[in-house]
């Protein structure tokens, strides 16, 4: 077999659901050309130092996986055959450990934990066979992964070469209160089309991740630079000095933005703390200007008008979400007086409370929060804007 890290292949990226467009915009930046853009993810071509790339700097990513190769069956046993034929000795050392993941869709199986097993199996038992020696195997995310896509009878094997997953960007040290994936506030941050020279305003920011995420966009700070494994360190081949050549570009391509305006409120003194600690953990707290306040008393920068951004709680009991009724009409008053000019964006999952806002909305962007069916409504907030 060729070495991976050279021989171009089949390269998926995998994302949350709707982030794939935000995904391929990414992609198309780093100067590679998607084949394919799906639901849940972007196909192209490259070898598996791209994937080093991909992993280094992709904010809407889940997992980059390098394809191995494709194959029949018709069982479990069916897979093990295929795969004990497979030089495994060539991608894991006898003196590593690996993991299992898959993604299994076909009639003979109704437990995936039992071909995560035979997949073990055909791997461990094919290196024994050529080096006389098992390697270790588990469920921990901390050596080599391997991904196999198993549909009705076809399957394809991958190097998950990610590991833990891209979604988390690293540096969320204090999670807080039902925070945002880090992806998803990458990606919501792109839908609302704000330009960095201007301010980006967030009130209600809980944990602060949105804010953090802003500062990361506009200084080019990458994931990359939070994370010091990923699961390719782990594949035969891979260098240590071109990893530390990659890690050194990124820090020499941050570009620090002395006059950026990022405002992150809230009425929590707890949150707060918890977001100033984030962004201190991410090395951009010198961007943002924290305040404990109510959100209508957020501080608006005068000058070029940028985008008030809001991700209130949803609601999930009715007492709850009679509460936030009053809430949402709030931020729809604040938005319409004080934020002449800008845009302003509300991330909801809860459709009837959006209402309560009494705008409307010049665009409804679809996302998914977990398995919450969710909208980022994007406002143009003239002078005497609008009501529903």
């Not at 990659?246 to 809230?266: F, W």
């Not at 009679?322 to 302003?344: C, P, S, V, W």
Request: a positive charge.
């Amino acid at each position: 077999m060729v070495d991976p890290f050279r021989r171009p292949g089949r390269i998926i990226v995998t994302c949350s659901k709707r982030l794939s467009p935000y995904l391929e915009a990414e992609i198309t930046e780093l100067g590679y050309q998607p084949v394919r853009v799906f639901q849940t993810g972007v196909e192209l071509h490259g070898s598996m130092d791209d994937c080093m790339v991909l992993n280094l700097n992709l904010r809407c990513a889940s997992q980059v996986l390098y394809s191995l190769g494709e194959l029949k069956a018709r069982d479990p046993e069916g897979l093990y055959q295929g795969l004990i034929r497979f030089p495994w000795e060539q991608v894991i050392s006898h003196e590593d450990y690996f993991s299992v993941t898959s993604n299994v869709s076909t009639p003979s199986v109704n437990n995936a934990l039992f071909v995560n097993v035979r997949v073990k199996d055909a791997i461990a038992d094919r290196i024994r066979t050529k080096t006389g020696k098992r390697p270790d195997s588990g469920a921990d995310l901390k050596g080599a992964v391997i991904h196999v896509y198993w549909k009705d009878r076809d399957a394809e094997v991958f190097i998950d070469t990610s590991g833990e997953t891209l979604a988390k960007h690293g540096y969320r040290k204090i999670p807080g209160k039902a925070p945002m994936l880090e992806s998803l506030a990458a990606a919501t941050i792109m839908a609302s089309q704000w330009d960095p020279t201007t301010p980006f305003i967030n009130p209600m920011c809980g944990s602060g991740t949105l804010a953090i995420e802003a500062a990361l966009l506009a200084t080019n700070r990458k994931p990359g630079l939070y994370r010091s494994h990923f699961a390719f360190m782990h594949v035969k081949g891979y260098q240590p000095d071109r990893f530390r050549q990659l890690m050194a570009s990124l820090q020499q391509n941050i570009r620090e933005q002395p006059h950026i305006k990022i405002v992150a409120t809230d009425n929590s003194l707890d949150a707060i703390r918890i977001a100033k600690a984030n962004a201190e953990s991410a090395g951009v707290a010198h961007c943002i200007h924290f305040e404990k306040c109510d959100f209508e008393k957020t501080p608006i920068p005068p000058g070029r008008k940028g985008v008030i951004f809001f991700n209130p709680e949803y609601g999930e009991r009715l007492g709850e979400v009679r509460a936030l009724e009053q809430t949402y009409k709030r931020i729809g008053d604040f938005m319409k007086q004080k934020g002449e000019g800008y845009i302003g964006c509300v991330f909801t999952g809860n459709p009837d409370l959006a209402k309560k806002i009494g705008l409307r909305p010049a665009r409804r962007i679809e996302f998914y929060s977990a398995k919450i069916d969710c909208r980022l409504l994007r406002y143009e907030l003239y002078a005497g804007s609008r009501e529903v």
